[in-house]
């Protein structure tokens, strides 16, 4: 047979063939560039302009977005009784009658604020996502699945809820992200003939005979429906404009990629076993090869990209050039062990290749050139893991995806030069005037604050033992740790003293006595650190909270072992002379990327467990009749029972 045929399909690693790929820093003149600004400068646009001419297409324009009659909203409850708001609109992507519409659908948490929302392309239409009996059934044409509930190439009622495994809708509104979704068939129909009935159409794209070498398929157009929905959803007040990850499952994990490419609004992008012509590198010739899935599927890339069946190493790019678009943002690339067909390896490969992107921009990549462990996610910005089983998309990998949205997309602001095409309206001002960064730790302090501990590098801590005298916490591993007493009155305060200020503290629970501790702020107000990942509701005692005062606004506790983190601005209350509150204090507060307390006011401590009522002694006295007579006070952090961990804590007074 001749070359590039399926009969030579490979699934055996030590048939894999010796390649080189080409340089992902390669700038028109072949060299390597090393510095950001050359990179965004020259490198990426050549680099982006080699996979439009050679693998997706030229990249598909902007066009004005318009929402069709109204968005109905409802709020529902979920599963598990996670209380959401439900949207469904249905938008049109272009001026006149005759241009395309997408139904999306999108749920909410209620009453957070602007959420993040994760943004994804289904395969048979909304309805198959949830068993919401609510959700309008797809109007596209869908290949036929009597099984999905697919008949006469259209949505039936039997198809609701089918594939709701893959969209843990009410697990991820639970912990705070909104959830977003519209069929991929709204654009374009996945059959080989599905061009004429396509959005290409209404772009002045050919659509029949002899196509151009770099014309678009059906990747680019689903990643162009990406954007479009992302033009409207950035209009609407409940979702963080900056905030929007798109992620997508096989085929649509290459029009993710695609979009998070040709869109740099896209926060964090997400793969999801996508396998050839996603984040998989050709040149290994494992698994689905270009001659598989050019055969297959015609109509999905640029005609260019068939050519190089047989030759992938001749191909300018590979996968990696297509994962290092992303950069300087988050990327996440997931795996199945036993999905060969998309070659696990091969795509782990390709986020170690493309890793070098982010160093440019001070950031570590992946981080790692071994295998990974089953089922443990590894990497800095580019984060990969492979679980067992087979293709899918399971709750098990939107748990890594939104672990990883938490820790790098909260804050995150659009990159320069995103693109940021037409909207419905303006899109709202950004919400809160305080809001710190909390996406990558430990994070640096700014100028003008007071370090109390860093790393323990820095010198001694600027804290105090309740006795005024040295502290007995020890330092471990470049963290302070609370050494415990019998009765829980090993405290330790700051030697610098403030009014007002701008507080933040990076700490570790442990589960030891659930682990409590706590930042008791001028010694009386206590912002709560509890075990309380998972805890619903939470209440007034539990992590977020103003202990005794207000439970947080939502629960953005991690897991006992994980850096958290808390910025706090603090406005003390005053007082008179005689010592009676005449202005409130109010506490704004950040804990993990999500707003917990906003302005909440407060007078008179609460807490029975106030420095200055357990293990007092004269050194306390004097401290607390400075704060009376100044109005100045110390941070206290607490000793409740468990080993909690601390570092980089620091004040900046205000």
């Known amino acids: 047979m001749k070359a590039g045929t399926a009969a030579q399909r490979n699934e055996d690693e030590s048939a894999v063939p010796v390649y080189t790929l080409p340089e992902v820093l390669a700038g028109p003149d072949g060299k390597p560039v090393t510095t950001a600004d050359a990179w965004k400068a020259t490198a990426r646009p050549h680099q982006f302009a080699l996979l439009e001419k050679f693998v997706y297409g030229r990249r598909l324009p902007a066009v004005p977005v318009s929402v069709v009659g109204d968005v109905e909203r409802a709020d529902v409850e979920l599963a598990g009784g996670v209380q959401a708001r439900r949207l469904q609109a249905r938008l049109r992507l272009g001026e006149g009658e005759t241009a395309p519409t997408t139904d999306v659908l999108l749920y909410l948490p209620q009453g957070l604020g602007p959420s993040p929302v994760f943004l994804n392309l289904n395969f048979r239409g909304n309805q198959s996502e949830t068993d919401d009996p609510a959700v309008h059934l797809c109007r596209a044409w869908l290949p036929d699945d009597q099984k999905a509930g697919i ?153 260019a990209f068939a050519g190089f069946a047989g030759r992938e190493s001749e191909l300018p790019v590979d996968a990696h050039v297509t994962l290092a678009m992303t950069a300087p943002r988050p990327l996440a690339v997931a795996s199945a062990v036993e999905d060969r067909w998309a070659d696990p390896r091969g795509e782990f490969l390709a986020a170690v290749a493309a890793s070098p992107v982010w160093r440019l921009f001070g950031r570590e990549g992946i981080g790692t050139s071994e295998d990974p462990p089953v089922g443990k996610a590894v990497g800095d910005w580019v984060q990969y893991h492979v679980r067992a089983g087979k293709h899918d998309l399971l709750a098990e990998d939107w748990e890594h995806f939104a672990r990883f949205a938490r820790r790098t997309c909260a804050g995150l602001e659009p990159s320069a030069g995103a693109v940021s095409g037409p909207a419905v309206h303006e899109a709202p001002a950004a919400p809160a005037a305080f809001r710190p960064a909390q996406n990558r730790l430990p994070v640096k302090p700014p100028p003008g604050a007071i370090v109390l501990f860093g790393d323990g590098s820095e010198g001694p801590p600027k804290f105090a033992a309740m006795s005024g005298g040295p502290i007995d916490w020890k330092i471990e591993d470049g963290a302070l740790v609370v050494t415990k007493s019998k009765g829980h009155a090993n405290h330790i305060h700051s030697t610098a003293v403030f009014r007002d200020a701008d507080i933040h503290a990076e700490f570790m629970v442990d589960k030891a006595a659930k682990g409590n501790s706590g930042l008791y702020i001028h010694g009386l107000y206590e912002m709560q650190i509890y075990d309380s990942f998972g805890v619903e509701p939470p209440t007034d005692q539990d992590e977020g909270s103003l202990y005794r005062f207000a439970k ?19 406005t003390a209350p005053r007082r008179d002379t005689a010592g009676k509150v005449t202005t409130s204090g109010s506490i704004t507060a950040w804990l993990n990327g999500k707003l917990v307390q906003d302005g909440i006011e407060f007078s008179e401590p609460r807490s029975p467990y106030i420095p200055y009522r357990h293990g007092v002694t004269d050194h306390l006295r004097q401290v607390k009749k400075r704060l009376d007579e100044t109005g100045e006070g110390p941070l206290f952090l607490q000793d409740h029972g468990s080993p909690a961990r601390f570092r980089n804590v620091w004040i900046v007074p205000r």
């Open 151 to 303: 008949v006469g190439n259209r949505a039936t009622e039997a198809a609701r809820g089918l594939q709701a495994h893959r969209w843990p809708v009410a697990a991820l509104v639970e912990a705070g992200f909104g959830m977003a979704t519209a069929c991929y068939g709204d654009v374009f129909p996945d059959r080989p003939d599905g061009r004429a009935a396509s959005a290409l159409l209404s772009l002045g794209r050919p659509v029949e005979g002899d196509l151009p070498a770099d014309e678009p398929g059906a990747i680019a157009t689903w990643a162009w429906q990406l954007s479009r929905i992302l033009d409207w959803l950035v209009t609407l007040p409940e979702v963080a404009p900056n905030q929007v990850a798109v992620v997508g499952h096989s085929r649509n994990g290459k029009a993710a990629l695609w979009a998070g490419a040709c869109d740099e609004r896209f926060a964090l992008v997400v793969s999801n076993e996508s396998g050839c012509g996603g984040a998989a590198l050709e040149r290994r010739q494992f698994g689905e090869r270009i001659v598989d899935i050019t055969t297959r599927f015609p109509h999905w890339f640029c005609p």
């Open 552 to 570: 947080p606004l939502v629960n953005a506790s991690r897991p006992a072992g994980e850096w958290q983190v808390y910025d706090i601005r603090y």
